[in-house]
């Protein structure tokens, strides 16, 4: 902070607009850290210079300020949003390729291409999960047969 005050004929040039901008703004930091300084340069506007506010001018500016605040927040939750989606779609989407190759891979799909001939097929593990998956479609292809013959009858 400045020490030395503002003299009255700088506080005068201030308010006349004569000083340039690096002096208008060293002078109007140094009356906004001193009171004193405050107090005069305020003391410089006559009350015909001061403009009259309407009574509602502070809840107007609050609620443009809370207006601007809920817009960013809402622009803010849109991007959110974005990256959201696109991640849960990523997932989706990299479970379902992982679910695919493991169908592939392990015989249950059978596309005239024997990969079981290349992979390891004495895991115990991918012939349960084999053989669970052929029984589950079976079971699918039963009920699906069964509730088409029941509606013909």
Known sequence: ?????????????L???ILSGNDAIS?????GECEQCADAFAGCYFASELVELSQGFKSDVFSAIDRE???????KGKVADGKRELFRYSFR????????LLLLFTGTIDYGI????????DLPEVKVITENLKGFSDKLIDFEVT??????L
């Open 27 to 31: 002078a109007l930091e140094h009356i």
């Open 114 to 121: 024997h990969f079981s001939r290349s992979i390891h097929t």
């Open 147 to 152: 509730k088409y013959l029941k509606e013909d």
């Open 93 to 100: 989407v990299s479970i379902a390729a992982c679910i695919t």
């Open 15 to 17: 308010k006349g607009g």
């Open 69 to 75: 605040k809920r817009k960013e927040m809402k622009e």
């Open 1 to 13: 902070m400045n020490m030395e005050h503002l003299t009255p004929d700088r506080m005068k040039d």
